[in-house]
C-alpha cells in the first residue's frame, strides 16, 4: 500500500496548538482566587462569581443541597 492513496494520514495544515503549552494548567493560588472574586464582586456580575466560586465550593466538600 503507497503513501499516495492514503491522503488523509498526510497533514494538510499546521495544527492550532502548535508550539503551545496544551495540558493540564497550575492551579490557581489563593491570592489570584480572592482577587478574580473582588473583581466579579465590584462589577456586581453575581453569574459570573457564581460560576467561579461553584467548583471552588464542590472541591472543598460543602453540601450545598440536602438530598
Known amino acids: ?3 499516495e492513496t ?3 494520514l498526510r497533514p494538510t495544515r ?3 496548538n502548535k508550539g503551545r503549552i496544551v495540558g493540564q ?3 490557581l493560588l489563593p491570592k489570584h482566587v480572592w482577587s478574580i472574586r473582588v473583581r466579579l464582586e465590584m462589577a456586581e456580575n453575581n453569574r459570573d462569581l ?3 466560586n461553584m467548583p471552588l465550593i ?3 466538600g460543602v ?3 440536602s438530598a
Do not use: D, G
Request: net charge positive; glycine share 0%.
Open 1 to 3: 500500500m503507497s503513501i
Open 58 to 60: 464542590a472541591s472543598s
Open 14 to 16: 499546521v495544527p492550532w
Open 50 to 52: 457564581a460560576l467561579f
Open 6 to 8: 492514503l491522503p488523509a
Open 63 to 65: 453540601a450545598i443541597w
Open 25 to 27: 494548567k497550575r492551579p
